[in-house]
């Protein structure tokens, strides 16, 4: 299984809902990624988990909150958005150890802020 | 800071032709990773090749080959026998050694058309 899956595929929501992004991978890798992808734009890097534990913040507001329940899971939970976060989030996960360094990306969730 | 430059912001091919994406980079690190990713419309930013700073040779995955010039920071992609499915925006991207936390840095992307 190299795959990482997120679910939903699309996703409208209004400024005042509270809606989450939900990541899994069973390839057992430890570092696990959310980015941003406007478009015609390449990704832009969120946040990165290491050992479950947030290692990277690239200073994204506090409406974006990710979680990293186990190994396998990752979630974005949204609140309070703006209509310019509308964009494609893509989700990716890569092995810890080398020399296997490349990140696998799951088919991104494209959300509509209204 | 580590910056990635793809300086053709498209490019046409005809099916079964060659064609070369150029992407350029800058870094102090002298261990690091390259990588180009496609992203076809469906999406999903798919690994096409991967190349080793300390490796001298060049990879190769099939239809895909790199020329990595490290003197130059340059790390090229040829696309050989070009399909209609190879149709997608590239992205460029780099990697310092020191643990897969280490950020990816991409390229601005070259959207590549195939004209069958």
């Known amino acids: 299984d190299t795959e990482v899956t997120q679910t939903p595929k699309h996703l409208v929501m209004g400024m005042t809902n509270k809606k989450s992004l939900k990541c899994e991978q069973h390839?057992?890798?430890?570092?696990m990624y959310w980015y941003k992808q406007k478009a015609k734009k390449p990704p832009e890097l969120m946040f990165v988990?290491?050992?479950?534990?947030?290692?990277i913040n690239e200073s994204v507001p506090s409406r974006f909150s990710p979680e990293c329940p186990n190994s396998s899971l990752l979630n974005l939970h949204l609140h309070a958005l703006q209509p310019e976060d509308s964009a494609l989030y893509l989700c990716?996960?890569?092995?810890?150890?080398?020399?296997?360094?490349?990140?696998?990306f799951g088919q991104g969730t494209r959300l509509t802020v209204v | 800071a580590q910056t990635v430059t793809q300086s053709q912001p498209e490019m046409s091919v005809q099916e079964a032709e060659t064609v070369t994406l150029s992407c350029t980079y800058d870094?102090?690190?002298?261990?690091?990773?390259l990588f180009w990713y496609k992203q076809p419309p469906s999406r999903q930013m798919i690994l096409v090749i991967r190349?080793?700073?300390?490796?001298?040779q060049n990879a190769t995955e099939n239809r895909f080959s790199v020329n990595f010039q490290k003197a130059a920071k340059s790390f090229s992609l040829k696309i050989s026998d070009s399909q209609l499915g190879d149709a997608a925006m590239y992205f460029c991207?780099?990697?310092?050694?020191?643990?897969?936390?280490?950020?990816?840095?991409f390229g601005t992307g070259t959207l590549l058309a195939v004209q069958p």
């Open positions: 990716a996960s890569s092995p810890l150890s080398f020399p296997n360094t490349e990140a696998f």
């Open positions: 390839m057992g890798h430890r570092a």
């Open positions: 988990y290491s050992y479950e534990k947030l290692s």
């Open positions: 870094t102090s690190e002298s261990d690091y990773y």
């Open positions: 190349q080793e700073a300390y490796k001298q």
């Open positions: 991207a780099y990697r310092r050694e020191g643990g897969a936390t280490n950020k990816l840095i």
